[in-house]
């Protein structure tokens, strides 16, 4: 069973190259609370741990559509770890924007409301 948190919940980092990758035992403690309220019986104790880090957008949508100070670039991102399952429309999606051809689907609500591209 794969279980993770929630939005809220996660840990916000500045650089993603000093995120400590060896998940630390105080840190299961949100995941033992959640697991005891909502699958009692299943074992605290996880066989296995990870680190993964996700990104996000201010909206926490996605963000499909051309960069805004850059014509020749399209951006797909902020899929968090639901992306891989989706790559396949996201992929078409993002072709067909490259190429200036409709969506085969409407995304007008991934489009990005921001102004501002932090480039670092």
């Not at 809220?8 to 990758?21: A, G, I, N």
């Not at 499909?64 to 992306?83: E, K, T």
Request: aromatic share 8%; hydrophobic share 35%; glycine share 8%.
């Amino acid at each position: 069973m794969k279980i993770g948190l929630g939005y809220s919940q996660h840990l916000e980092v500045d650089d993603p190259d000093t995120v400590e990758r060896i998940v630390q035992p105080k840190e299961l403690a949100p995941f033992k609370a959640k697991i005891s309220r909502f699958l009692p019986g299943l074992d605290l104790d996880p066989m296995r741990t990870e680190t993964y880090l996700e990104t996000y957008t201010a909206t926490r949508r996605e963000w499909i559509g051309p960069h805004p100070g850059m014509d020749n670039v399209i951006v797909l991102s902020g899929f968090s770890g639901h992306g891989f399952k989706m790559c396949p429309a996201i992929g078409e999606i993002g072709a067909n924007l490259t190429l200036n051809e409709p969506s085969p689907v409407d995304i007008s609500f991934l489009e990005s409301t921001e102004t501002r591209i932090n480039s670092e």
